[in-house]
């Protein structure tokens, strides 16, 4: 009995949450596609799915294991492990907002929730599938699953596709939202005492000569901290393609292997960041703009995990794309990317800033 009225309770909770018109404050109300609409019964399916370490060659890595709901829904490594604790080479960025994202993964080459899901279980440095079909043989002979996809979408087992188990999963991840931090409180909820004096001065950084406000959006009723847009910030300038012979070399492997296995088991692929989706120039080295909310909770930074702190970070930016000044100067930067001229304790400010943008939720006690 106590079983059943747990789950009716979550049901009743998912429910709310599915039909509730207001987002989390300082957020936009979540984007929903029109032919995946949320309903309680997909949401419960996607969590499950998306927990289910079945859908991996070892039986030991899920959607989860790379992202935590106590790391942030990250991991907290530099670069993913998956099946056989093999590394790829990139970092896991948070799920939590990702319902907001315009583009999916660190080089956009997907455009949405759904489709991003179903790439991981194939990859042969994460999830390690060799097709889709052992998942498909799981949620077609198992009882519960069965059971929920009939909810879900009203189909039989011998009816279920991948088609459904992506929208489960995409489902589940749009309910991952937060926002309400003592920044959200100060700036939206006219809470003047919500952050420090310290935070506050961060923030005229943030929004003034530090100019991350320019790709980390501030709006005027919400803040997504990203601009969805691709830039070259210096990160992988020592790993790039240094001659035309390297370069053409990693275009091939893209065409080869496809993106999403070849930016993750090669350093000089990975490198190319956007461009190995769009074979532009402009988007050599760049990478998609990551929101900063939760930012506190999913070190290491950055698409490959080399800045190992929040001081680190604003130092790099600092200096104009490199931890240290006596570093050279990556080329193919883009503009904005210069030094800030910051003292050490407008940098120790703006860090305060950013740890304010931890949302209730995720505030360790």
């Known amino acids: 009995m106590r079983k059943i009225l747990f789950g009716l309770s979550i049901f009743i909770l998912l429910a709310a949450w599915a ?11 979540v984007p929903v596609p029109k032919d995946n609409p949320q309903t309680p019964e997909k949401i419960q399916l996607g969590e499950k799915l998306f927990n289910d370490e079945r859908f991996s ?3 030991k890595v899920s959607c989860a294991t790379c992202h ?4 942030g829904f990250s991991d907290a490594l530099p670069v993913s492990e998956g099946i056989d604790q093999l590394k790829g080479t990139r970092n896991a960025p948070t799920v939590l907002n990702a319902a907001y994202f315009r583009s999916q993964f660190w080089d956009g080459r997907e455009p949405s929730l759904e ?15 060799k097709n889709h079909e052992p998942i498909l043989k799981i949620v077609r002979t198992d009882p519960e699953y069965v059971r929920m996809f ?8 011998r009816q279920i596709t991948m088609k459904e188990v992506k929208k489960a999963i995409a489902s589940f991840e749009r309910t991952l939202v937060a926002g309400d931090s003592p920044f959200d409180r100060y700036l939206y909820g006219g809470d003047k005492k919500a952050i420090s004096a310290a935070a506050v001065r961060g923030l005229e950084i943030f929004r003034g000569q ?6 980390h959006t501030i709006e005027q009723d919400h803040a997504l901290f990203t601009n969805h847009l691709f830039h070259n910030i210096g990160v992988a300038a020592q790993r790039m393609p240094a001659n035309l012979d390297e370069l053409r070399a990693a275009v091939k492997e893209v065409k080869e292997k496809g993106v999403d296995v070849a930016v993750l088991s090669n350093p000089k692929t990975e490198s190319l960041g956007r461009y190995a989706v769009t074979r532009e120039l402009s988007d050599m080295g760049a990478f998609k703009t990551s929101t900063l909310r939760n930012i506190d909770l999913t070190a290491p930074y950055m698409h490959d995990g080399s800045l190992k702190t929040l001081e680190e970070v604003v130092q790099f930016y ?9 570093d050279p100067i990556p080329e193919l930067l883009d503009g904005g990317i210069r030094p800030l001229n910051l003292t050490p304790e407008q940098q120790a400010d703006l860090v305060e800033f950013l740890k304010a943008l931890t949302s209730p939720q995720f505030v360790k006690k």
């Open 68 to 71: 935590a709901k106590d790391k």
């Open 150 to 157: 009939e909810k879900a979408f009203g189909v039989k087992a």
């Open 57 to 59: 060659t070892t039986g």
């Open 210 to 215: 530090g100019r991350c406000v320019s790709c």
């Open 115 to 129: 489709e991003q899901s179903a790439q991981p279980f194939l990859n042969p440095v994460e999830m390690g599938l």
């Open 318 to 326: 600092n200096n104009g794309g490199r931890l240290k000044e006596t």
């Open 19 to 29: 039909g509730a018109a207001e987002a989390p404050l300082g957020l936009p109300k």
